[in-house]
């Protein structure tokens, strides 16, 4: 049966490259999956949902068996912007660097909604600070170091390496002078332990730094995504997931993310006999009804999650699907 928890959930995007990681160190990701309650599907099956305290116990229990301590640094290396999933399609207009960081601290802050972040701007130099009420994660090592590398990793793709970090400040403490070692070397600048807060200070400068190659590396994904052996309806199902947190996810948006125009994806659909209208709320309901089964959503959440304009529409919508709303499918739960 299913039963409530109240962790927020990411996307298996983030863990892209993870399966190569544990390969090269000569581990089995079954056995590591295993001991972590979390089904392989859900690490390398397309538009999976993971549980965040299942993820960070995954990296833990990595970390641990295949003695490789900074494997959040080395995962965070390995990956691109296709770490994103589904929140890539919002950055496809950015203008600059301070449009991306803008819209994914946006984004986080409702997927993973104990985050709380804040841009400090400072005479020559920002502060990129995050918050986190997820008092079990928090204090975590690999939590922080994800969290951390991650976004610097990021940085470096969308503006290469023309900004160097000023500072690096962790709240965990970290007594292993290799550890330290490793972590400064990563950075590339001073770190810190024991601070107030998860925190990255960059040169002010990086904020107007241009983000030209977002559309194309977005484009380039989608192409790798529609070049695939997937059937049409894996690859619209795809797409599908990829548009909905825009609250964008349209015929016509969908059609074009694709590569097709309208009236083509049409007829393809049509050839298959497939409809775009019952596999958008074939994803919208699959989706809802994961995010229900975390207590750490609101129903509000859910719905801009799924790019509904408002909570009364993803509630007549989940009625249509199943007789009963959001509220009463989560209470049917056992907890």
């Not at 390969?23 to 549980?51: F, H, S, Y």
């Not at 972590?183 to 200070?201: E, H, I, Q, S, W």
């Not at 007829?267 to 409809?275: D, T």
Request: with cysteine.
């Amino acid at each position: 049966m299913q039963k409530l928890h109240n962790s927020p959930y990411v996307s298996n995007s983030f863990l892209n490259q993870f399966a190569e990681v544990v390969l090269e160190r000569g581990g089995k990701l079954d056995t590591l999956c295993a001991q972590v309650d979390l089904p392989v599907e859900m690490v390398v099956g397309p538009n999976q949902l993971v549980p965040f305290d299942k993820f960070i116990a995954l990296l833990e229990v990595a970390a641990d068996q295949l003695h490789y301590p900074d494997i959040a640094l080395g995962l965070a290396q390995k990956q691109d912007i296709a770490v994103l999933g589904p929140m890539s399609v919002l950055l496809s207009n950015c203008e600059n660097f301070a449009d991306v960081l803008r819209k994914i601290m946006r984004y986080l802050e409702v997927l993973v909604s104990g985050f709380t972040f804040s841009l400090n701007m400072k005479e020559n130099f920002i502060e990129l600070k995050c918050n986190v009420d997820l008092p079990e994660l928090y204090p975590r090592q690999q939590f922080q170091n994800y969290l951390l590398a991650s976004t610097v990793s990021l940085s470096r793709e969308l503006v290469g390496w023309k900004y160097p970090l000023r500072g690096c400040f962790f709240t965990r403490n970290e007594p292993d002078p290799e550890q330290q070692a490793k972590l400064a070397k990563f950075f590339g600048c001073p770190v810190a332990f024991g601070a107030d807060t998860l925190c990255l200070t960059m040169d002010k400068a990086i904020l107007l730094e241009p983000v030209d190659n977002v559309a194309k590396m977005i484009g380039a994904r989608i192409y790798s995504l529609n070049s695939s052996k997937q059937d049409i309806l894996e690859r619209l199902t795809h797409v599908i997931v990829f548009c909905l947190a825009s609250g964008d996810a349209n015929l016509e948006t969908v059609a074009k993310t694709m590569g097709y125009s309208r009236r083509t994806l049409n007829r393809r659909l049509s050839a298959a006999g497939i409809s775009f209208s019952t596999t958008l709320n074939s994803v919208r309901y699959s989706q809802a009804s994961r995010y229900l089964n975390s207590t750490h959503y609101k129903i509000s959440d859910i719905a801009a999650l799924l790019g509904y304009t408002n909570q009364s529409a993803f509630t007549r919508s989940y009625i249509r699907w199943c007789g009963m709303t959001p509220s009463e499918y989560r209470a049917s739960l056992v907890t």
